[in-house]
């Protein structure tokens, strides 16, 4: 069994800052928390930012600059430092963690981020 627990979302004003964690835990213990998505109302999910298992980052474009991923040394909890909020940002944030091993997605139940005046 595998849980996978987002907190930190909430309604903050343009230009504001939140901070999301992510924390896996479970019996399987080829997991790795592998990064942030994101799905706003009729859209897609994307890509927000990944942290890759040795430690390289990727960011989305729209966030470059902005939002900060970083994650523990065991690699079970990880940060979404999200600075400079614009409405765009606006959307459920979901945690990635991946099983090694396998190459199993293990996606969390989401955050929401609203970014409103």
């Known amino acids: 069994q595998v849980q996978v627990a987002e907190s930190g979302g909430g309604l903050v004003q343009p230009g504001g800052s939140l901070r999301l964690s992510c924390a896996a835990s479970?019996?399987?213990?080829?997991?790795?928390?592998r990064g942030w998505y994101r799905q706003a109302p009729g859209k897609q999910r994307e890509l927000v930012a990944t942290?890759?298992?040795?430690?390289?980052?990727n960011y989305a474009d729209s966030v470059k600059g902005r939002f900060t991923i970083s994650r523990d040394s065991a690699k079970k909890t990880s940060y979404l430092q999200m600075n400079s909020l614009k409405p765009d940002d606006t959307a459920v944030y979901y945690c990635?963690?991946?099983?090694?091993?396998?190459?199993?997605?293990?996606w969390g139940q989401g955050t929401q981020v609203t970014v409103s005046s």
């Open positions: 479970g019996s399987i213990l080829t997991l790795y928390v």
């Open positions: 942290v890759t298992y040795s430690g390289s980052t």
């Open positions: 990635n963690v991946r099983n090694w091993n396998t190459g199993d997605d293990i």
